[in-house]
């Protein structure tokens, strides 16, 4: 279908933006450089200038960061065992997804940053690289790469879709480009029939979308996972463990809050602090100190220390293995209002969780979880030191709402099947 007039004026208006914004983007690169020096490197890439030549012409998959990522993996190893003779070709957004891309496959994949959504940026990009399919991960809608694929008639895949109500209304504002963009997709493989629903009122068929599930939930555990965890726990002494894992700054304060109130009955309580943002090691490491805490991290220490109080797990792609060795795991981005972040990890090891009100990205796998009791959901900050101290407590209580959750997950894989079923229509 091609753009009508509007469309096509928007679509220009919306280029000239995005142009003009370039200053912009230049001075965004430049600022998170002084907190993560990854961002000062490869600026090329992001405005689809390159020098190694491209292996062409290949299958194209794009996840944003580190979370897409570890979920696309299997669907990676999936493709590669499938068509083993066909280049893979990953473009991701942050420096933490492109380490995390790295560690997992290194040579194995091509790996380049998406570009700027420019029309010169994304003509180039996709000239060099000739992708055959492009398979995109979860909520990414660029009005301009999507109408080129749409162009050159490119299979666009929206694979493991999802998206919030309040996604959702932030691209309805600009309803008339998010329409382009949602002409050139193939198919939307979506999470949940509510997911599917939303990308249906942005513009997509009936016939364009269909619910797959979850892939997250075909990720496997590394099968040495608990017996590295056992093994740890008995280096750190019998104690209690719990572990924040991807906080935000405005919950920072929370974590140390609730840490005091746990120590005052449990003196010999460990907590495991995962920051979500790499930025925010170094300030984590310092609030930490100021409470006159003995603290190690993993860069320096690789373990804590039987008296540690405190370990910062200031690597990537790590959370798995220290998911492992806690007794309960508060899942950040819940208590501020980013939308909560991956509960299926904690989950799939049987260890319960904790989260804030705020898990809007995550409804449909919370909601799961809340009812096999796997997660306790809370209103107020004030509450987390009694949830964590209740799994403390009651050890019986804690493994049986890990296990649970832990179930339900078996239960709903599958994902990965059908995603690959639905990929290989395109690939013949």
Not at 169 to 188: H, S
């Amino acid at each position: 279908m091609r753009p009508t007039f509007l469309q096509r004026i928007s679509l220009a208006v919306y280029s000239l933006v995005m142009y003009a914004l370039t200053p912009l983007t230049l001075f965004h690169l430049v600022s998170r450089g002084f907190n993560q020096r990854e961002y000062f490197k490869r600026w090329s890439e992001r405005f689809a200038m390159y020098r190694a030549p491209a292996k062409v012409p290949c299958l194209w998959l794009h996840a944003v960061s580190v979370g897409e990522v570890n979920a696309i993996t299997p669907l990676l190893q999936s493709l590669h065992a499938h068509y083993p003779e066909t280049p893979l070709l990953i473009t991701t957004t942050t420096p933490t997804g492109s380490a995390r891309v790295k560690a997992l496959f290194g040579e194995q994949v091509q790996h380049v940053y998406l570009p700027y959504d420019t029309p010169g940026a994304v003509n180039y990009f996709l000239n060099y690289f000739q992708p055959r399919i492009a398979i995109i991960m979860e909520t990414e809608i660029w009005p301009n790469l999507f109408a080129e694929i749409g162009k050159r008639h490119i299979p666009l895949l929206i694979v493991n879709a999802r998206l919030s109500e309040r996604s959702m209304r932030g691209y309805r504002v600009i309803a008339c480009l998010i329409n382009v963009a949602m002409q050139a997709v193939t198919q939307v493989a979506a999470q949940s029939l509510a997911d599917l629903k939303r990308y249906q009122k942005l513009g997509i068929r009936r016939e364009q979308g269909q619910v797959t599930g979850n892939l997250k939930f075909d990720v496997k555990l590394p099968t040495h996972t608990s017996e590295q965890a056992q093994q740890w726990r008995a280096e750190w002494g019998v104690r209690p463990v719990w572990i924040a894992a991807s906080t935000h700054p405005d919950e920072e304060a929370i974590v140390i809050a609730a840490h005091k109130r746990i120590r005052e009955q449990y003196p010999d309580a460990l907590l495991l602090w995962a920051p979500r943002h790499p930025e925010r090691f170094e300030s984590v490491m310092e609030l930490v100190n100021e409470q006159q805490w003995r603290v190690t991290d993993r860069l320096a220490h690789q373990q804590p220390a039987r008296d540690s109080d405190v370990f910062i797990i200031n690597t990537l792609g790590e959370l798995l293995a220290f998911y492992a060795c806690a007794d309960v795991a508060f899942v950040g981005g819940s208590f501020q209002a980013i939308g909560g972040h991956n509960l299926l990890e904690p989950a799939s090891l049987a260890i319960p969780s904790v989260v804030g009100p705020h898990t809007f990205n995550f409804v449909d796998i919370t909601q799961l979880l809340l009812e096999v009791g796997a997660v306790r959901q809370l209103e107020s900050p004030e509450e987390l030191p009694e949830a964590i101290l209740r799994f403390i407590h009651d050890k019986k209580l804690a493994r049986q709402c890990g296990e649970a959750g832990r179930k339900r997950i078996e239960r709903e894989r599958g994902a990965l099947d059908r995603t690959l079923k639905l990929i290989e229509q395109y690939l013949k």
